[in-house]
């Protein structure tokens, strides 16, 4: 069974920059998560969705960070415009259902340097 | 504060050795989840202990939960090259939807 994809797995930009990350997870997973690792810390969940709608975003810098999820399978996050803070890795997850307890599998990151 | 603190931050043993790493928290919780995470890689679920005091083996890695299923433990018996990473303790808070909230991580170094 193929796991969580992302790409690409590596971004350099410079500040003010825009910049957008893609996910694909795995096949029948109705629940995908994104979160940020800042270096030395671990993952942030920015956002959650269930299927095509949105169940938590409330971690997410909305002032420029945006995520969708249309068609319920992949989805994308993006910054606009990037800050150096935001130099981290975005790791996306999938799991069957939001169920308590569910496991997720994660994806290998995105790692994102801001200059 | 952190929801989970983790202890020690950092950990660099011989091959050969035990260590210990410790989760703590002030809160209560339904389970506990361990992962692991390679460089470059996402983290791996190892295993989620859901009673007070449960013990559960994987091979050489012994997970304990307290018991009063506010802190546990992970312990690494003869610690081999391919156990270095970062190891995270996670919780799922009951009726959020199965949002994790992980700790800061362990960092662990085992040298050949």
């Known amino acids: 069974e193929a796991g969580v994809a992302q790409s690409p797995r590596y971004k350099i930009i410079e500040k003010r920059q825009s910049v957008a990350f893609w996910c694909n997870p795995i096949s029948g997973h109705a629940t995908l998560y994104w979160y940020q690792q800042i270096l030395g810390q671990g993952p942030k969940l920015l956002i959650q969705f269930q299927n095509n709608g949105v169940v938590d975003d409330s971690q997410l810098p909305k002032d420029r960070f945006s995520a969708e999820r249309l068609k319920g399978v992949d989805s994308t996050l993006k910054i606009q415009p990037a800050k150096l803070e935001d130099s981290a890795v975005y790791l996306c997850?999938?799991?069957?259902?939001?169920?308590?307890?569910?496991?997720?599998?994660f994806g290998p990151g995105t790692r994102l340097l801001v200059l | 504060t952190q929801l989970l603190e983790q202890s020690p931050q950092f950990l660099s043993i011989q091959e050969g050795e035990n260590l210990t790493v410790y989760c703590n928290s002030s809160?209560?919780?339904?389970?506990l989840q361990w992962y692991r995470q390679e460089p470059g890689e996402g983290p791996v679920l190892l295993v989620t202990?859901?009673?007070?005091?449960e013990v559960k083996k994987l091979k050489r890695l012994t997970f304990q939960f307290g018991d009063a299923r506010k802190d546990s433990s992970l312990h690494i018996t003869a610690a081999q090259p391919g156990d270095t990473g970062l190891y995270l303790c996670?919780?799922?808070?009951?009726?959020?939807?199965?949002?994790?909230?992980f700790g800061g991580g362990t960092r662990v170094l085992v040298k050949p």
């Open positions: 997850a999938s799991s069957l259902s939001w169920a308590d307890q569910e496991t997720q599998y």
């Open positions: 996670a919780v799922s808070i009951k009726a959020a939807g199965n949002k994790l909230t």
């Open positions: 202990v859901v009673t007070g005091g």
């Open positions: 809160s209560v919780f339904s389970s």
